[in-house]
């Protein structure tokens, strides 16, 4: 049996929109390295229980407030990225966690933002990861084949995506999912750049 390559990180980050394939491509890249691989939405659903409105009301607006679903997409999107920030230090408390006892991880998930791994060094590294409207409407068709049309929330990833991509424009690497045939090694290029 082969040795494990180790990586020069010892937190990954894949971040990007729902839809964009993170979850495959952490998996992926966890499974090369021996990592474990950490999901962001635990993490939001063990702070949901743990939380109220009035603590994080960003956080829990959605559950509050179900009409915000039919809001136009920058709006759905906006709400999105504040609970994004809202989220922050829960996330960053898991990566100095992670980083305090050198246990490598592979965090994926939409409510990451790039800049979670900006003035850590080089232990924490973070990509985004890029796909079209039509190629997020086709992956969720595939993942929930029976809840029918995905046009609007492929819309809400674009902007996300469009947001996440300026955000780390020239400090994070920005990855196109797409072909998924080297999607992994173009994510392990950038991570290990």
């Known amino acids: 049996?082969?040795?494990?390559?180790?990586?020069?990180?010892?937190?990954?980050?894949?971040?990007?929109?729902?839809?964009?394939?993170?979850?495959?491509?952490?998996?992926?890249?966890?499974?090369?390295?021996?990592?474990?691989?950490?999901?962001?939405?635990?993490?939001?659903?063990?702070?949901?229980?743990?939380?109220?409105?009035?603590?994080?009301?960003?956080?829990?607006?959605?559950?509050?407030?179900?009409?915000?679903?039919?809001?136009?997409?920058?709006?759905?999107?906006?709400?999105?990225?504040?609970?994004?920030?809202?989220?922050?230090?829960?996330?960053?408390?898991?990566?100095?966690?992670?980083?305090?006892?050198?246990?490598?991880?592979?965090?994926?998930?939409?409510?990451?933002l790039p800049g979670l791994a900006l003035g850590l060094g080089p232990r924490v590294r973070a990509v985004v990861l890029t796909d079209a409207h039509e190629s997020i409407v086709s992956n969720y068709h595939a993942r929930e084949p029976n809840r029918g049309p995905q046009d609007i929330r492929a819309s809400v990833g674009v902007l996300i995506t469009a947001a996440l991509t300026h955000r780390a424009e020239h400090e994070v690497p920005i990855v196109a999912a797409r072909p998924w045939q080297d999607s992994l090694a173009r994510i392990d290029a950038a991570l290990s750049a």
Not at 3 to 20: F, M
Not at 62 to 89: G, R
Request: proline share 4%.
């Open 1 to 112: 049996m082969r040795e494990r390559e180790i990586p020069s990180w010892t937190v990954a980050l894949i971040c990007g929109a729902s839809g964009v394939g993170k979850t495959s491509a952490a998996r992926a890249l966890a499974n090369r390295y021996g990592a474990a691989l950490g999901e962001a939405d635990d993490i939001v659903t063990a702070l949901k229980a743990l939380t109220t409105a009035e603590h994080l009301p960003a956080l829990h607006f959605w559950d509050n407030h179900p009409q915000a679903a039919t809001w136009p997409a920058e709006q759905i999107a906006a709400l999105h990225l504040s609970v994004a920030e809202e989220l922050t230090p829960a996330f960053a408390a898991v990566i100095a966690d992670h980083l305090e006892y050198d246990a490598r991880v592979v965090l994926e998930g939409d409510f990451l």
